[in-house]
């Protein structure tokens, strides 16, 4: 008997040679149902663009059927739908940046470790006596994300300093 190909896409199989998966692999049929198979992972958003871009099906509209189904390259939902689809897009979008901004409540992690590097670089160029304002300035960059002091059981050396800095002996011998 041989060996049998079977197409994922299709639910089908046939004899595997070379002739019959060609043909099988150009035939409508299978660019149809490969493109149904990817079409149910998109996501609300690109639908809703598609369809608004498309004109609405004239037949559709007048029998409530079309010849050319999910292929037809006119628009088959109706205002209510259109309707209905935009709504969950943005209910999406907002559950979207809901979910952002419970993870990221003051500032995103890049964002204060981009102010730490200016501060650095700015402390070393400058080198010179700190005023009152630069002291609050760099208290209020040097407070730490809460995304880093969520994480449970860090190591000693990734905890952050003290407030005040770590306590340092002046008389400290070595060796």
Not at 45 to 54: N, P, R, V
Not at 62 to 75: A, E, M, T, V, W
Request: net charge positive.
């Amino acid at each position: 008997m041989g060996r049998r190909y079977y197409c994922d896409y299709c639910d089908r199989s046939f004899q595997d040679n070379m002739h019959n998966r060609k043909k099988h692999l150009n035939g409508v049929q299978h660019h149809r149902a490969k493109k149904a198979w990817f079409d149910h992972f998109r996501d609300s958003s690109a639908i809703l663009h598609d369809e608004q871009t498309k004109k609405p099906c004239r037949k559709f509209l007048q029998k409530g059927i079309c010849d050319f189904g999910p292929n037809c390259r006119f628009s088959h939902m109706s205002e209510e739908d259109l309707f209905n689809l935009k709504r969950q897009v943005e209910d999406e979008r907002q559950l979207r940046e809901d979910f952002v901004d419970r993870l990221m409540p003051g500032r995103s992690v890049e964002e204060w470790l981009a102010r730490r590097e200016k501060k650095k670089t700015s402390q070393s160029t400058n080198g010179g006596p700190k005023t009152k304002e630069d002291s609050e300035e760099s208290q209020a960059e040097s407070d730490i994300p809460q995304q880093l002091l969520s994480i449970p059981d860090l190591p000693p050396s990734l905890l952050p300093p003290p407030p005040g800095g770590w306590k340092v002996k002046v008389n400290t011998e070595w060796g």
